[in-house]
């Protein structure tokens, strides 16, 4: 099997059960979470030999964030414990024109305050062929974004192949600081993957025609934020989201892939949405899959797509839906009929 590692911090999700609001909430749903975790799982889910680099507390609740990733098939054998603390996100559950709401509380967690050192990627990537990060990993703490860039570098010495998924989060850093960090970082990688936001909040690249507020998305606006990355980093290859919000609850769902100077589309979806954390993600997790096993470019899109379309259908961030599911929906089978 196809070795991958994925490195970032792994969470503790908390929501009130159902589309309950904070202050309503008597009790939460606990569950585990993570941008690269959530890659891992979709990896794992498909058959590689995904591993999990992060650090957790040498705790009972560290022990369970482990636990549930080895229940999905990941390993992990290469993470490190110590620390404080296992951030927490607690997620309120949008409906129709109400917005999901995050409240993080992740501040001095073990892998925020872990440093260089703590982690020896040369023996990490051994056998390794993808390496996996985000940009709210090196967000967490000037001492992450020094593990990212040890990371990165051992990875390009190594030929690994390298993805960045840019995932802004505006509060855990501002988009000047983002900037400064990233683009160091984008020099060592192969596919950036974006939503309709993060080139234009970290790097100022934004789609013309476009206006994500009304659910309005151009294809050559896309076209030109994925020519100006390639251009500026010299990426292989560019995937980005194209999601039209049309309310919490409906969204249009598709995404594109620019490489070579061509860009691929694929269908676009109408999902009405269940949970909709974790589906980009799942895209990014589908990808790095589809082009590990070879796929032609149109083929690994359209599996990443439907990847993230059926995400969005399930309960929490984890991947859920199996490759088979994954490759009817991306030859058309979107009936939703009860299979029997």
């Known amino acids: 099997m196809k070795k991958t590692v994925c490195f970032g911090e792994i969470m503790m999700r908390l929501n009130p059960k159902g589309f309950l609001r904070f202050v309503q909430a008597t009790e939460y749903e606990a569950t585990y979470a993570g941008g690269e975790a959530n890659v891992a799982v979709s990896l794992a889910n498909y058959g590689l030999d995904?591993?999990?680099?992060?650090?957790?507390p040498d705790t009972e609740i560290g022990q369970s964030a482990i636990n549930?990733?080895?229940r999905y098939g990941v390993k992990t054998d290469l993470i490190a414990r110590g620390g404080e603390r296992l951030g927490i996100y607690f997620l309120e559950k949008g409906a129709s024109q109400r917005a999901s709401k995050v409240i993080y509380d992740r501040a001095y967690s073990a892998i925020a305050e872990s440093k260089p050192g703590d982690f020896d990627w040369g023996n990490i990537f051994k056998g390794a062929e993808w390496f996996h990060f985000t940009g709210i990993t090196p967000a967490l703490s000037d001492s992450c974004a020094a593990l990212c860039m040890e990371a990165v570098k051992e990875a390009k010495k190594l030929g690994i192949k390298v993805s960045c998924d840019l995932n802004f989060r505006k509060k855990l850093w501002n988009s000047e600081k983002a900037g400064k960090v990233m683009g160091g970082l984008m020099e060592y990688v192969d596919l950036c993957i974006a939503n309709e936001e993060d080139a234009s909040d970290v790097f100022g690249i934004k789609a013309a025609g476009t206006d994500i507020e009304?659910?309005?998305?151009?294809?050559?606006?896309?076209?030109?934020?994925?020519?100006?990355?390639?251009?500026?980093?010299?990426f292989d290859k560019v995937g980005i989201t194209l999601r039209g919000s049309l309310s919490a609850s409906d969204n249009k769902w598709s995404g594109m892939l620019y490489t070579g100077g061509q860009a691929f589309f694929a269908p676009e979806y109408l999902v009405h949405i269940v949970d909709r954390v974790g589906g980009g993600d799942s895209f990014g997790g589908a990808l790095i899959y589809s082009l590990l096993e070879g796929y032609d470019n149109q083929k690994a899109l359209d599996f990443a797509v439907a990847a993230s379309c059926l995400a969005h259908s399930v309960e929490f961030d984890f991947n859920q839906v199996s490759k088979a599911e994954v490759e009817a929906l991306a030859?058309?089978?979107?009936s939703g009929r009860v299979q029997r």
Do not use: C, M, P, W
């Open 50 to 56: 995904s591993y999990y680099v992060t650090k957790v």
């Open 68 to 70: 549930e990733l080895r």
């Open 214 to 234: 009304k659910g309005e998305l151009s294809h050559e606006g896309y076209i030109s934020v994925a020519k100006q990355l390639t251009d500026r980093f010299g």
């Open 331 to 334: 030859k058309g089978n979107a």
